[in-house]
C-alpha cells in the first residue's frame, strides 16, 4: 500500500512564528510514514528554494507547516505550479482559514454561531477608539492577531486599563486586530475528515487549561493541561456540535482535513465556532491525533490516511510539464 503514494515530502519547519511547533509536528510525521514504508522524506522551505521542492521530484507531499508561509494558500499556489498533490485544503480556503476575520464573517453569513466581533487597525485605532470596544463588545473580551496560530498574538483582556498592552501585543504581529467576545464555558474541539458529504467529524476533544489559560506553554510543553475525549456530553449535544463543525469545514471549502475550535457557553450549552485549523498539530500533545485515538485510529494510521487525501485544486492541461 505504502508504494502507491510513490516519493513522498514531509513539509516541516518553515518561516513563521510557529516554526518550533511545526518542527515537531513534522518529525513526528516523518517517522509515522517511514515506519509504514512510505518513501518519505523531511524537506524545510525556510532553508530550501521552491527550485530545490520541484528537483525533488515529490509525487505528493503531507504539508506539517504551520502558520504563514505554510498553512495560509501561499505554499499550497506554489505547490499547484509544480503541479505536486499536497495535503489538506486547497489555495482558497487555505487562505481564508489562516484569517479569523475572513473566516468569521463567512461563518456569520451562512448563519453559523460565531461570537461577536470588531476588527481594528493595529496603526490607526486610536487611544480613545480603543476604549470604546468594551462597551459593544463587554468585559473580558479577547484581542487576537487574525493571521497566528497557537495562541500567539492573543490576549484575555479582563479590565480597560489591560486594553492598551493586549492591543500592542497582537499589532506586533499583524496590521489588523480582531477584538472578540469572550465566551465563558468549555473549551472544545473537533478534527474533520474527508470533503463535502463524504466529511466526518472525529470525536471531540475538551481542553481543560490551569485557569482557563490554554496558552503556547500549556499546549505544547506542560503536561498541566488535561484533555477529555471523548468529551463528555451528551449525545444529542456530541452530534449537533461535530455537525456544526462539519458545516464550518465546508463553507470554507475545506477538503482533506482541519481542526475546528469551539466554545461551549456556560449559561446555556450553545456552542460557538473560534477558529478552523488547516494544518493542525501532529505533536506528542496535539489534539487530532488524540481524536482519532480515541476512534481507534492509530497516529501511523491517521498520517497514512491524510496522505491518501493529497491532491491539487486544479487538474493540468494535458500540455503542461513540471518545470
Not at 149 to 177: H, N, P, Q, W
Not at 211 to 219: A, F, I, L, S, V
Request: proline share 6%; glycine share 8%.
Amino acid at each position: 500500500m505504502a508504494n502507491q503514494f510513490g516519493k513522498v515530502g514531509v513539509l516541516f519547519g518553515g518561516r513563521s512564528a510557529e516554526r518550533e511547533v511545526s518542527n515537531m509536528s513534522g518529525a513526528g510525521v516523518l517517522q509515522a510514514l517511514q515506519s509504514r514504508g512510505v518513501d518519505a522524506y523531511p524537506f524545510d522551505p525556510a532553508q530550501r528554494s521552491l527550485a530545490e521542492l520541484a528537483a525533488e521530484k515529490f509525487d505528493r507531499v503531507f504539508i506539517a507547516l504551520h502558520g504563514r508561509y505554510g498553512e495560509d494558500g501561499t505554499l499550497q499556489g506554489a505547490l499547484e505550479q509544480l503541479g505536486i498533490p499536497y495535503t489538506g485544503p486547497g489555495v482558497m480556503a487555505s487562505a481564508i482559514a489562516m484569517d479569523k476575520v475572513m473566516t468569521k464573517r463567512i461563518w456569520q453569513s451562512m448563519g453559523l454561531p460565531t461570537p461577536r466581533f470588531a476588527v481594528l487597525d493595529s496603526k490607526t485605532t486610536s487611544p480613545a477608539e480603543l476604549q470604546q470596544v468594551p462597551d459593544v463588545l463587554g468585559l473580558p473580551l479577547m484581542l487576537k492577531a487574525p493571521h497566528e496560530g497557537s495562541t500567539i498574538g492573543i490576549s484575555k483582556v479582563t479590565d480597560r486599563a489591560g486594553m492598551d498592552d493586549g492591543f500592542a501585543l497582537c499589532a506586533k504581529y499583524d496590521e489588523v486586530v480582531l477584538a472578540e467576545e469572550f465566551i465563558s464555558g468549555r473549551e472544545l474541539t473537533v478534527p474533520v475528515l474527508g470533503a463535502g458529504r463524504d466529511a466526518r467529524a472525529l470525536p471531540i476533544v475538551e481542553i481543560r487549561a490551569p485557569e482557563g489559560n490554554y496558552d503556547y506553554q500549556h499546549k505544547y510543553f506542560t503536561d498541566d493541561t488535561q484533555y477529555l475525549c471523548p468529551a463528555p456530553l451528551d449525545e444529542a449535544l456530541t452530534q449537533r456540535i461535530q455537525a456544526l463543525a462539519v458545516q464550518a469545514f465546508n463553507a470554507l471549502g475545506c477538503v482533506g482535513w482541519s481542526r475546528v475550535d469551539f466554545m461551549l457557553r456556560a449559561a446555556d450549552n450553545e456552542p460557538f465556532l473560534l477558529e478552523i485549523n488547516t494544518s493542525p498539530g501532529m505533536t506528542s500533545h496535539s489534539l487530532v491525533p488524540m481524536s482519532a485515538k480515541a476512534a481507534g485510529v492509530s497516529y501511523e494510521d491517521l498520517c497514512v490516511e491524510i496522505l491518501s487525501s493529497a491532491a491539487l485544486d486544479l487538474t493540468p492541461s494535458k500540455d503542461w510539464a513540471p518545470i
